[in-house]
């Protein structure tokens, strides 16, 4: 009975200093910073910073790189006089903020940290680890620890990682992780905004398409973006955007002058804001030029090679030059540079002429050649085919009699026939071709030649091929521009296709002007005017930064600039030898493989870094806070204190028994 009496005793005496307890609020961490970052001796920390886009998330107000910036501040504040520190971010580990220093006070280290902003580049953690790795092999300390400040993401990590954590794991090197990570919901992402119309001209509507996708669980009603060009902003309507969901959103901006033109659009901000924006530049002409090669000229209406291919580029108000000329003027006369030259039914071209053209291709020019009753099938393969060395797309094999009824294309959404696609199904089948040239195309090829479009035969054969040589395009067409071997110069989708055809074989790489952060700017240099110097404006810095002259490709001299990891607009400037100033406006959109949040499982870190078995201390939101306050346990105490008035009340009763 005493030793009842005394067990009742115990259990009320707990259950009050349990109501003490949770009146007291204390909390706890097991993995505070003090005891996380202790180290024995001598040590070499090497303390790198996420500051990938995707660390801007925002919960409860407060970012992952704000969270990131208090953790390091900690650890800056138990680095040890004897111990040497170099603190570097993920997407600029090649170039430490501060290399091997002893820190004798951190005012000045502290203010770096402080100054850190989020950038919108991709972590790829693979390529980051070896850049650490190559500070890490040259400290000599006996002591070396990567502490490692993330959101620990699942996006970036992958097997790469596994060869340098071998290393460090063979040469007693410690990795620790802090997790400054949270749940981030509903996040939007504008996924990209791309120039549609394949060039942009003065005076016409240019068309873009923006995706936006919805990453949240629920709907997002319409709400108002804003469209800034040339700096000046509009409000542009949002359509609703479902759950889990892309939606396409059409934007036509039109062009006062020619040059280079800057688009912006900026979604409403949310819980992950660099993934809201996205930024095109556009290369705005006066007009495009045509030059039309006629090999058959006749004085009749519509007798003549070109005629039907004359009036094709000449209806409509849209600003089009165009050229025409003979075989024999065009064979006499040095080679030009218009945006589209057109070969048609030319009987024979010189090594000499096809070396010049060929040079032009890879440079940008865009190019068309219909064949026709004077073009020697032998001599083009040998001249321009060159066993598919050549501009020529396929190896002419015959010309063949043979009525066909219909074209069909292919389905290639950035064909140059695309728009063809969206003709009732009955336009294209009226076409009626008579003879045309059957033609081999070099399987070895791969996509830089494909069938953009066939005749409805039983062979299904070409039609129109295309080939890629450098910056610029070949169409083969397998029949005459005129109405000799087919009708179809007399029906109107004739227009649409050749319209369509030099408008996307003319256009330059939108490619080397839009890119994302983290990757190179290029400018491509005439060799006879390399500049003898180059700067570049880069957004959120007013100073110009130098752009060095890369001339590790002999033929194609650039110009190239790496440090990308802001998203913007950057503009290049230099002055050429024989133009004088140039400039180039490139736009730097933020990479959205970044926008995906979800966090790396514990399973699948361990793959990756698993021989090194690195600690891992979390301090996002609702865990312990970066100066080692932990994580309060009240709540804990008065979970005790109920199951101890329980145990209280039924041990109570056991005990009174006796009096009963």
């Given amino acids: 009975i005493q030793l009842e009496q005394w067990l009742l005793l115990a259990v009320r005496v707990l259950a009050v200093a349990a109501l003490f307890f949770a009146v007291a609020r204390p909390t706890m961490s097991n993995n505070a910073l003090t005891q996380f970052l202790a180290a024995q001796g001598r040590a070499a920390r090497f303390i790198v910073i996420d500051d990938s886009l995707s660390m801007g998330g925002l919960s409860g107000g407060k970012s992952a790189l704000s969270r990131a910036k208090d953790a ?161 902003p509009q409000s542009l309507q949002l359509p609703d955007l479902p759950p889990k969901a892309d939606v396409d959103l059409p934007v036509t901006v039109t ?55 004359e009036l094709a580029y000449s209806v409509g108000r849209a600003p089009w030059q165009i050229t025409r000329m003979t075989d024999s ?39 068309m050649i219909f064949l026709g009753e004077q073009v020697d099938p032998t001599a083009y393969n040998r001249v321009l085919y060159r066993e598919g060395r050549g501009i020529l797309p396929a190896e002419i094999v015959r010309y063949r009699e043979e009525e066909v009824s219909g074209l069909v294309i292919e389905n290639f959404a950035d064909s140059p026939l695309a728009p063809l696609t969206k003709l009732k199904s009955n336009a294209l089948s009226k076409i009626r071709p008579k003879r045309f040239a059957e033609v081999s195309v070099p399987a070895e090829a791969g996509d830089a030649v494909r069938v953009l479009a066939r005749w409805n035969d039983s062979r299904q054969s070409p039609a129109i091929i295309e080939k890629r040589i450098g910056e610029g395009r070949v169409l083969l067409w397998t029949i005459t521009a005129d109405k000799k071997w087919s009708d179809w110069p007399t029906d109107g989708s004739y227009v649409l296709a050749t319209r369509q055809a030099a408008m996307a074989i003319a256009a330059q790489s939108l490619d080397r002007d839009n890119v994302t952060a ?22 959120g810095r007013d ?19 790496d440090k990308t990891a802001r998203a913007g607009f950057y503009r290049m400037e230099w002055k050429d030898p024989v133009m004088g100033n140039l400039s180039r406006l490139f736009a730097v959109s933020p990479d959205v493989r970044e926008s995906n949040l979800a966090p790396i499982q514990t399973g699948e870190l361990k793959n990756f870094v698993g021989k090194l078995n690195p600690q891992v201390v979390r301090l996002g939101e609702k865990r312990a806070d970066a100066s080692g306050a932990g994580t309060e346990l009240w709540r804990t105490a008065i979970w005790g204190l109920l199951a101890l008035v329980v145990v209280e009340s039924c041990l109570a009763a056991w005990v009174g028994r006796e009096s009963r």
Avoid at 545 to 561: G, I, T
């Fill in 329 to 367: 003027q065009w064979t006499a006369n040095p080679l030009s540079a218009p945006d589209v030259m057109i070969l048609a039914n030319v009987g024979s071209v010189s090594e000499q002429r096809a070396t010049e053209l060929y040079a032009q291709v890879e440079a940008g020019l865009g190019l």
């Fill in 72 to 232: 390091t501040l900690e650890i800056l504040k138990q680095v040890q006089p004897q111990d040497t520190v170099t603190l570097m971010t993920a997407l600029g580990a090649d170039t430490p903020l501060v290399r091997d220093a002893h820190l004798d006070q951190t005012d000045a280290v502290a203010a770096i940290v402080k100054s850190l902003e989020v950038s919108q580049a991709y972590g790829q953690w693979a390529g980051i680890f070896d850049k650490i790795d190559a500070h890490v092999q040259k400290s000599s300390q006996p002591v070396r620890e990567v502490v490692l400040v993330t959101d620990l993401r699942a996006a970036g990590w992958d097997a790469g990682v596994s060869a340098v954590v071998d290393r460090w794991s063979a040469g007693n090197v410690t990795l620790r992780v802090i997790d400054v990570g949270s749940v981030v919901a509903g996040n939007v992402v504008l996924k990209s905004l791309e120039q549609t119309s394949p060039i942009a001209l003065v005076h016409t509507p240019a068309s873009f398409l923006a995706r936006i996708h919805n990453d949240g669980t629920e709907r997002v009603p319409s709400q108002e973006a804003t469209l800034t060009v040339d700096g000046k």
């Fill in 255 to 309: 062009f006062d002058s020619a040059g280079m033109h800057g688009i912006e659009l900026t979604l409403p901000r949310d819980n992950l804001p660099e993934d809201n924006v996205r930024y095109a530049s556009a290369d705005v002409r006066n007009s495009l030029a045509i030059e039309v090669v006629d090999g058959e000229p006749d004085p009749r209406p519509f007798e003549s090679e070109t005629d039907f291919l």
């Fill in 543 to 561: 100073d110009p930064q130098v752009v060095p002259v890369d001339k590790s490709n002999s033929k194609f001299p650039q110009l190239r600039f």
């Fill in 518 to 539: 983290g990757q190179p700017l290029r400018y491509r240099l005439d060799k006879k005017g390399i500049p003898l110097q180059a700067g570049i404006k880069a957004p």
